[in-house]
């Protein structure tokens, strides 16, 4: 019932800046939560950042400071602004929205930061 596009991903040199981008669609409350999971190579899933339709913010330790979450209501998108990348932020990032106890997942964009 709810897809969601991302966009954004690629090759960045340690120390540069990439934006991602994840819209949503289809039946969605005005109550809901999006955000960024990432996964690197060889390990677990992990929590980057989550914003509620309400404003509040969450952000994992390791991006504090460094990233940004956002989002525009009206056009169900979300936002990820990932400055100061390290080669150790190098994963597969994920959008995820929980929907009235229902989650969905984008199909992951890859973010190599290399030089």
């Known amino acids: 019932q709810v897809q969601l596009v991302e966009s954004g991903g690629g090759l960045v040199q340690p120390g540069g800046s990439l934006r991602l981008s994840c819209a949503a669609s289809?039946?969605?409350?005005?109550?809901?939560?999006m955000g960024w999971y990432r996964q690197p190579p060889g390990k677990q899933r992990e929590l980057v950042a989550t914003t509620g339709s309400g404003g509040i913010f969450y952000y994992a330790d390791f991006v504090k400071g460094r990233f940004t979450i956002s989002r525009d209501n009206a056009k169900n998108t979300v936002y990820l602004q990932m400055n100061s990348l390290k080669p150790e932020d190098t994963a597969v990032y994920y959008c995820?929205?929980?929907?009235?106890?229902?989650?969905?997942w984008g199909q992951g964009t890859q973010v190599t930061v290399s030089s």
């Open positions: 289809g039946s969605i409350s005005s109550i809901n939560v």
């Open positions: 995820y929205m929980n929907n009235l106890g229902s989650a969905s």
